[in-house]
Nanobody, 128 residues
Framework: QVQLVESGGGLVQAGDSLRLSCAAS????????MAWFRQAPGKEREFAAA????????YYADSVKGRFAISRDNAKNTVSLLMNSLKPEDTAVYFC?????????????????????WGQGTQVTVSS
């Protein structure tokens, strides 16, 4: 099983961009589908984006589609989330997650139960 460590969070202004990174330890990273979830204060953790194990398929929540881009580098055991045109409502703790399942569809990728490995999270705060 892999272990995940997120980085790259911070305080930015509305309209700015930010790139989050998730470093994975373990030899089996490449067989994991990876995702980013986020949790705002007082709200449930919600899906943001996911990518298949080979990187050929990506999935996005409607709220971030067109603004966020997920990518991975299996040679470096990393997955990234580039966030553009940030809004105050994007403020949340962002979590990296890994799944040994085949995601298949956006609806499947959105399910937290599909993911068995989670990082500790990184705070993103967007000021207006």
């Amino acid at each position: 099983q892999v272990q995940l460590v997120e980085s790259g969070g911070g305080l930015v202004q509305a309209g700015d961009s930010l790139r989050l990174s998730c470093a994975a330890s373990g030899r089996t990273f490449s067989v994991y589908a990876m995702a980013w979830f986020r949790q705002a204060p007082g709200k449930e953790r919600e899906f943001a984006a996911a990518i298949s194990w080979a990187g050929g398929s990506t999935y996005y929540a409607d709220s971030v589609k067109g603004r966020f881009a997920i990518s991975r580098d299996n040679a470096k055991n990393t997955v990234s989330l580039l966030m553009n045109s940030l809004k105050p409502e994007d403020t949340a703790v962002y979590f990296c997650a890994g799944s040994q399942s085949n995601l298949g569809t956006t609806q499947a990728a959105m399910s937290r139960r599909l993911y068995d490995t989670w990082g500790q999270g990184t705070q993103v705060t967007v000021s207006s």
